[in-house]
């Protein structure tokens, strides 16, 4: 071909369009896209849209009642088991979400990310309080090491 003929093959696309995208994401979980600022995407580099969460309903609750009985206190936010049990409720939401998205290795990455921060949390607090350790696991109903 020369620069003077048109091509008959059709223009290159992106497999999928930003509002395709968008309405993607939005089954799965409520969020915003905006666009970044030119600042912020070039010290980035990963493009012009930000996602955004719409809400925290993702995450449990620390008024959750199966978090309560890890608290060690009505002021309580982040003792070892209170962090183990948040922990194990985002694995158990994301094993679920993983059950029906197989493909999701953004969301694998991120299990196993907090699988790793579970088991050193685990044993940190089976070295400083043997029988904390003990009734946190069986209020999970997790392996005892």
């Known amino acids: 071909l020369t620069d003077s003929e048109p ?3 059709p223009p290159a696309r992106h497999v999928h369009s930003i509002a395709t995208m968008a309405a993607m994401m939005t089954s799965m979980v409520p969020v915003t896209l905006r666009t970044a600022t030119p600042a912020s995407s070039a010290s980035t580099g990963r493009g012009r849209l930000q996602v955004v ?5 993702t995450r449990p609750s620390l008024s959750d ?3 309560q009985q890890f608290k060690t206190g009505p002021n309580d936010t982040g003792s070892s088991s209170l962090q183990i049990a948040l922990l194990t409720k985002r ?3 994301l094993t679920a979400h993983l059950m029906t ?5 953004a969301t694998q990455r991120g299990l196993r990310m907090l ?3 579970r ?3 685990t044993k940190y ?3 400083d309080d043997p029988a904390r350790y003990e009734s946190t696991m069986e209020g999970l109903g997790l392996k005892v090491k």
């Open 65 to 67: 009642p199966d978090i």
């Open 115 to 117: 699988l790793g921060q």
């Open 91 to 93: 694995i158990e939401s």
């Open 7 to 9: 091509s008959t093959r």
């Open 101 to 105: 998205n197989k493909k999701d290795y």
């Open 53 to 57: 969460a719409a809400n925290k309903m």
């Open 125 to 127: 607090l089976k070295k």
């Open 119 to 121: 088991s050193r949390l």
